[in-house]
Structures are given as structure tokens and as C-alpha cells.
């Protein structure tokens, strides 16, 4: 399959080399066409991975991947361009996190997601949130972590989310383990799961968790 | 020990129930002294348990549990008294949350918190976030759940947070599935989670769960 990642920061660099080694066709974008990381990145990875603009990726990429921070989603996604983007599945790994005085804040939070304000941005993208919940190390190779634990997806499109299960598949998370929390509007909740997960690890003094849903029955 | 629990709701009266069933003395407090739901509950139980005001239930506590709703605890804690506060533990397990148009909202949320305001609004006070990430029947019964899942403190105060994980430990928590997230900041972060565990409650149709932290090594 061919993928379109945006971002060449450690979660798109990540996702984009684990489809590679998956056999998939990676193009990973960035701002522009001479990134020397996105370049640096294709040489060394296979002929299967290429690096180019936002739009580029977008176009080449049967899925899309939103793998930017939240501050410059809407600008990379305009960048890649609602026409690359319409029908496709989207999905949208980021956090709206920014730093205050060392305090972590978000922005959208609370009466806003990112996932949703991308949504309603392009509204022909079937976006699905999903994977912002772990590091990116554990994004790729859940294994890293001990125990039954969780992914959560959610986005208007039953398909897309499917789509977005068959992808965290081959990452290693069985589908048993992806509980999908409905409509986009869930995002919300998925984002501000983010300062427990910062305060998390900070206590743990580690990234290599993640959080496993106990139930009844 | 003798317990004041403010708040004569679901989470009020089983936290206080399962301190009178543990051979505490407790006072379950509420705005006015002729309360019917505290006295019915009062007559209900054993001669250790006694209704009465916030103020009532403040003083007569060596340990305060507030239990009201994020909304009104302020007030119930203004009602309760200063005084009554200075120098305890006060372990605060509301959320600040309402609902418009179906939707959650929390109010503070992000740049503030209900555990901040609280210690903010009463500095003798030793505030210790806790027990506001499960359901009320949870709080005080984690065999509902199977698994190693977790409860999370935060607060100024160590010696204040020890007394706390005592009291998690009476109502089945082992100290080790308590984890310290540092200070009271720290709330924002636990308030903050309230989204998604409505999310999971939605989707597990149930509330009888809880999240189990996996970590690596």
C-alpha cells in the first residue's frame, strides 16, 4: 500500500520507517522539497521511501498520516492540500501541546480537538484519531511495554476506522486492543489524556508505558 | 480515626459508609443540618456515623474528604470553614464537571484545577488529590475490577499524601497501585483524564473499570 506521512519529526520518522520495513510505499513530507532530514531519511531507508513536500506525500499516499505537531497541523495540512487529501483516510496522530513556562498546555482543549478542527477544515478526509495516546517508540512495537494495553481510535467514518485498525495491525496492536470511542468528537477526550500521560512520565521517568483498560466481566 | 466527609451524593455516602463499616467515626456533612438523605443515612448506620453540617463534619474530622461536585466545592468547603481545615489532610476527589447540550465541560480545566483552587483557597489545608479517576463504587471495592489497575495522589504535602495512600490502602488499594504524581499541580492532569474515562464508560457500557499504568522493565 502506499502511505503519505507529514512530519519528519520522531513520530513521522518512525511510522514512516516501520511501513517501509512493512514493504509499503512511504512518502514522507515536509515543508519543502529539500528537507535534509526527510532526505537523509529516504537514502537510508529503501527504494520503497521517498521524501517531498506536504503535498506531495498527500497525493502519493493512499492513507495519510498527520504525523506534525498540533501548532502546525492546519498549516501542513492546507500545505498538502484538500484535494490529496478528499476520500482518503487521515489519520491524525498529533497533540495540540505547546510549553509555558515549563508547564505543558494545550490549545484546542476541552470545547475543541485538533482531530476536530482538522475534520471540519477537510471535510472530504475521513480522519480517525489514533496512536497520540503513547510514545512514538511504543507506536511501532507495542511489545515494548508488558500486558494487554491500549489504543484508542474514534472519527465519523466506520470504514476509515477499520482502515486505521488494519494499519495499527501491522504495528502489532491486535484489534482487541483498539477500542473505538465513536465519533470525532472523542478526540477531545484522547487529547487531554495528555497530561496524565507527561505526569506519567515523569514519574516513571520514562516513555516505554502505556495504559491498559481493566474491566469487570 | 474520625472522618468528615462533605457531600451526601453516590460518592459522599460510600466513601463515608465504608469508613463506618472499617470501625471509623464519621460525619457525613452537608449545607444544611437537616439534610434527610445524611440523616437517613446516619440512622441507617452504625452509632459511629453521624449527620451533619459541612462545618459540623470539618471539625469533628482529623481527615476531610471532600466529596461534593467540582461545581459547589468552593462553597462547601467555605461553608465548612477555614479553621476547620487548618493543618489536615483534605482529600479532594471531585471533578469539575457539567454537562451543556450532552456534552462534558470542565470548568477550570488546563491552566487550572479544582485541587489548586482548593489548596489556593484554603493554604492551612494539606490537599491530596485522589480517587476522582474511578467510579464511586470502585473508590472503595477495587475487586470489581481485575487486575493491578491504579489510583493516582498528588499534593504538597508527603506526610499528607502517606495519609492518603493509608486510607486508599483501608478501602483495598496496595500502596503500590498508588502513584504519586508530585504536587497539587498535578491535578490539572487527573481532572483532566475525566473526558476520556466517560468516553471508555460510553463504550464499555459499564463503569466498572479502570486503567492499569504498564510499564516496561
Known amino acids: 500500500m502506499r502511505y503519505g506521512v507529514l512530519g519528519t519529526g520522531e ?19 515536509s515543508r519543502t522539497a529539500d528537507n535534509p532530514v526527510a532526505r537523509e531519511w529516504a537514502t537510508a531507508a529503501a527504494s520503497r521511501a521517498r521524501a517531498g513536500t506536504f503535498a506531495e506525500a498527500a497525493e502519493a499516499g493512499e492513507l495519510v498520516i498527520n504525523a506534525v505537531s498540533g501548532q502546525v497541523a492546519l498549516d501542513a495540512l492546507r500545505a498538502a492540500g484538500a484535494a490529496h487529501l478528499d476520500g482518503k483516510v487521515l489519520v491524525d496522530v498529533c497533540n495540540p501541546l505547546s510549553f509555558e513556562g515549563g508547564l505543558p498546555r494545550l490549545d484546542p482543549v ?20 489514533a496512536l497520540n495516546t503513547v510514545d512514538f517508540r511504543v507506536m511501532t512495537d507495542p511489545g515494548r511495554v508488558p500486558g494487554e494495553h491500549h489504543l484508542f481510535v474514534c472519527g465519523e467514518s466506520t470504514a476509515a476506522k477499520e482502515q486505521t485498525r488494519a494499519l495499527l495491525g501491522d504495528f502489532g496492536w491486535p484489534a482487541a486492543r483498539v477500542l473505538d470511542l465513536g465519533g470525532i ?28 483498560v481493566r474491566q469487570a466481566g
Not at 476541552?110 to 478542527?117: H, K
Not at 487529547?191 to 502505556?210: C, I, S, T, V
Open 11 to 29: 513520530v513521522g520518522r518512525a511510522l514512516a520507517g516501520r511501513l517501509v520495513e512493512l514493504g509499503h510505499e512511504v512518502t514522507l513530507g
Open 110 to 129: 476541552e470545547s475543541d480537538s485538533m482531530g476536530e478542527r482538522i475534520q471540519r477544515a477537510f471535510p472530504g478526509a475521513r480522519v480517525v484519531k
Open 185 to 212: 468528537g472523542a478526540a477531545r477526550a484522547l487529547e487531554m489524556y495528555l497530561p496524565l500521560w507527561l505526569q506519567l512520565a515523569r514519574a516513571l521517568g520514562h516513555e516505554d508505558f502505556n495504559i491498559e
